[in-house]
């Protein structure tokens, strides 16, 4: 399906235009009424804009926007020119209620972009998600149990978990490629140090490989997991029940696509623990070694550069102090060096 028969045409406009960054605040603004409130009166949005960006609106000059005089005359007219842009681009909509007040309501595909947005924005510290524990400790729990829906939900709790976790490792593998590049146009020795150590040692080391290598560790869980599924496919009995409760569940059409997409589902995720550490884990740590031994060597060059160039400084005031200046000597003359 085309991307702009699932949301409005201009619904980038507003992030293209000389006030992008007050719109940027705008919908983290937004954002955040959507996150604090089941319920958003267009007032409470409103007073959240007029209160958070107060010096942006004051300070935004408007040129080339489709703001009125009214509007332009104060900060409240200015949030409620925000408050009309962000309506009609279609980053909200309005409703009116019994009580006749106007409440603001947040498409699907506007929540999901506000909260990548704000993620994009936000500078605290993220760690990744136990995708392998949480596949684990769904399956065991569910082995465990004696409901047929548990087991079949596990299944296919189990294979989202995989498949995010994959997504996961994509995104650690190109972080840590991106961080490569930034370190190649890097030429101070400070910025190398502060990108290695604060960024990539943070956003990425710590935030998700530490964590799969220690406490979401693939080798700790694969056997277990892959244990559990191996005996529930080996039994056809209960492959049967779990079609049906997955056919009860409209997970499929008949109970045959139902079995097939259970056992699809199961050889899948056992196939994943199979190849993650040498297709996935290995490659990442190889890039690790790479981008390190790389970094490491730029802050030799760079610092080996610095001394040098300190060096050639103090070796030509060394000589400079020799040197006789400027001053009278035998007879009157001068000599200038």
């Known amino acids: 399906m085309n991307l702009f028969e699932r949301i409005p045409t201009d619904l980038f406009s507003i992030l293209a235009s000389p006030n992008r960054a007050l719109y940027a605040d705008a ?3 937004l954002w955040e009424a959507y996150r604090d409130n089941l319920k958003i009166p267009e007032n409470t949005f409103y007073s959240m804009l007029r209160s958070k960006l107060e010096q942006q609106l004051a300070d935004a000059t408007f040129e080339g926007e489709d703001i009125d005089e009214e509007e332009l005359r104060d900060i409240s007219g200015r949030a409620r020119f925000l408050i009309r842009k962000l ?48 596949t684990y400790s769904t399956l065991k729990v569910a082995d465990e149990s004696g409901s047929i829906y548990d087991k079949m939900a596990a299944v296919y709790n189990a294979y989202d978990n995989t498949q995010a976790l994959l997504q996961l490792l994509q995104m650690v593998y ?5 961080f490569f590049q930034l370190q190649i146009k890097m030429q101070e020795v400070n910025d190398v ?9 943070q956003k990425v080391v710590e935030a998700y490989i530490r964590p799969l290598k220690i406490k979401d560790s693939v080798p700790k ?12 496919a080996e039994d056809d009995a209960l492959l049967t029940a779990l079609a049906n409760a997955a056919l009860q569940d409209r997970r499929g059409a008949a109970l045959a696509d139902c079995r097939r997409d259970l056992m699809q589902k199961i050889f899948e995720v056992k196939d994943c623990y199979d ?18 031994r790389a970094t490491t060597q730029k802050l030799e060059n760079l610092t080996n550069r610095d001394f040098s160039v300190r060096g050639n400084l103090r070796q030509h005031r060394i000589i400079r102090q020799k040197e006789p200046s400027c001053q009278d000597i035998a007879f009157g003359r001068t000599v200038c060096v």
């Open 174 to 178: 190109h972080n840590v490629k991106h």
């Open 27 to 29: 919908l983290d603004v």
């Open 221 to 232: 869980y694969r056997v277990p997991i892959q244990t559990i599924l191996t005996n529930w």
């Open 275 to 292: 190849s993650i550490e040498s297709e996935y884990l290995d490659e990442i740590d190889c890039q690790v070694r790479r981008y390190t």
């Open 87 to 134: 309506y009609s681009k279609g980053w909200f909509e309005k409703e009116r209620s019994e009580d006749f007040n106007e409440y603001i309501t947040v498409p699907s595909y506007s929540s999901s972009l506000l909260k990548l947005f704000h993620q994009l924005r936000d500078d605290s510290p993220i760690r990744g998600y136990s995708y392998v524990f949480s």
């Open 193 to 201: 140090l502060a990108s290695h150590f604060d960024d990539f040692g």
